[in-house]
């Protein structure tokens, strides 16, 4: 029955009342009685009229209210782009106007079994950096191996920077196969994942960029929204890093992410890109509670610019600070090796996979590291 628990919103049209095979459990018109439905009555499935002014922000409030309700648009329009931006912020399904009740049903339905299938999906996570050189990939690979550790659970990563991606390089090893050839295979299924991403001792599964830069053109966004959905059914969780652009590819991991992780040098240049990317990707639907900012490299007394300015800049307090320890980082990574156990940098990281899972992070012990190499 709670599956079923509907909220209409802005639509006042007599076929809402033939969906008797659901329980409306409220008619609203303000965001404010919206904002009290979901809360007060278990709405599962939210209706929405997408002509009106506020309908895209709507959407983006009941997400972030409730994240796994299922809404249904309904609209007259014909705007291809106003239709794109209603699934950008979060519409599952849509229905034309003049309203037809089964058409209704059938959305809805649908709506209702993309949102369970998403419950099943593993949690993902995207990693980018808000300028060049600020460590983003380092950190998304010590992440990957952070998360395996502490959820006792096989962990994947995706190098979505699909020309100069070094993700699999981090570990040391060169794949027989990578993302390109599961696109040149046809279609894209857990089988040829299977083939292509290397599985470390670790826990940490990779799935690499591909070899030749020319290559890098072959995907699009819909391979790239067919890999991630498949990863995700394969793994409880993904780390996906990706360039520092915003393109379709990007976009599609984007969508599909829980959590966001922008990586930050105290410069003035990384902190301010930080606060555009955070601005820009708000403009496009995505909520603020899914992104999240980490320092990288700090050394306190060096830079000019304070934690304090970055949190203030993007709205929100960053969820880690990882010291300063780049040569040590950097020697490592050469010999695809991960740092010493005693680096407070494993610490640091150890301490923000512990928030994004949602779990309390272990006191670090001498033996954490030994036990997770790079190298296959």
């Known amino acids: 029955m709670a599956r079923n628990r509907i909220c209409v919103h802005g639509i006042d049209d007599p076929v809402v009342s033939e969906l008797t095979d659901f329980q409306i459990v409220g008619t609203t018109s303000s965001r404010?009685?919206?904002?009290?439905?979901?809360?007060?009555?278990?709405?599962?499935?939210?209706?929405?009229?997408?002509?009106?002014?506020?309908?895209?922000?709507?959407?983006?409030?009941?997400?972030?209210?409730?994240?796994?309700?299922?809404?249904?648009?309904?609209?007259?329009?014909?705007?291809?782009?106003?239709?794109?931006?209603?699934?950008?912020?979060?519409?599952?399904?849509?229905?034309?106007?003049?309203?037809?009740?089964?058409?209704?049903?059938?959305?809805?339905?649908?709506?209702?079994?993309?949102?369970?299938?998403?419950?099943?999906?593993?949690?993902?996570?995207?990693?980018?950096?808000?300028?060049?050189?600020?460590?983003?990939?380092?950190?998304?690979?010590?992440?990957?191996?952070?998360?395996?550790?502490?959820?006792?659970?096989?962990?994947?990563?995706?190098?979505?920077?699909?020309?100069?991606?070094?993700?699999?390089?981090?570990?040391?090893?060169?794949?027989?196969?990578?993302?390109?050839?599961?696109?040149?295979?046809?279609?894209?299924?857990?089988?040829?994942?299977e083939d292509a991403i290397v599985d470390l001792p670790s826990g940490v599964a990779v799935l690499a960029r591909p070899m030749q830069i020319e290559q890098a053109h072959l995907l699009n966004e819909g391979h790239a929204t067919k890999i991630i959905e498949a990863t995700r059914s394969m793994y409880p969780y993904l780390v996906m890093d990706l360039p520092r652009k915003l393109d379709e590819i990007c976009g599609a991991a984007i969508q599909a992410s829980k959590k966001l992780i922008v990586v930050v040098e105290m410069t003035a240049n990384a902190v301010y890109n930080a606060g555009r990317l955070s601005d820009s990707l708000m403009k496009f639907g995505l909520p603020a509670e899914s992104i999240d900012f980490v320092v990288n490299r700090y050394s306190k007394g060096i830079h000019s610019l304070s934690i304090e300015a970055l949190e203030e800049r993007v709205g929100k307090k960053t969820i880690g600070v990882i010291p300063n320890n780049y040569k040590a980082l950097l020697a490592a990574g050469d010999i695809g090796e991960p740092v010493s156990d005693k680096s407070p940098v494993r610490k640091s990281v150890l301490e923000i996979a512990a928030k994004v899972c949602g779990v309390e992070a272990p006191k670090i012990r001498k033996s954490w590291m030994p036990n997770i190499s790079f190298s296959k």
């Open 32 to 193: 404010d009685e919206l904002r009290t439905i979901i809360a007060m009555e278990q709405v599962t499935i939210l209706l929405i009229d997408l002509d009106q002014d506020e309908a895209l922000d709507t959407i983006i409030e009941a997400l972030e209210i409730k994240s796994d309700i299922a809404v249904v648009g309904v609209t007259g329009s014909q705007d291809v782009q106003k239709i794109i931006m209603s699934l950008r912020a979060g519409c599952r399904q849509l229905a034309g106007k003049p309203l037809n009740a089964e058409d209704l049903r059938v959305a809805i339905r649908r709506a209702i079994n993309h949102s369970e299938d998403l419950k099943m999906l593993g949690k993902s996570i995207c990693v980018i950096g808000s300028g060049g050189g600020v460590g983003a990939t380092t950190f998304a690979c010590y992440l990957t191996m952070a998360i395996a550790e502490l959820t006792k659970s096989p962990t994947a990563i995706i190098d979505f920077d699909l020309e100069f991606g070094t993700v699999a390089r981090s570990w040391d090893f060169q794949p027989k196969c990578t993302i390109a050839d599961v696109v040149q295979s046809g279609s894209i299924d857990r089988l040829l994942l």
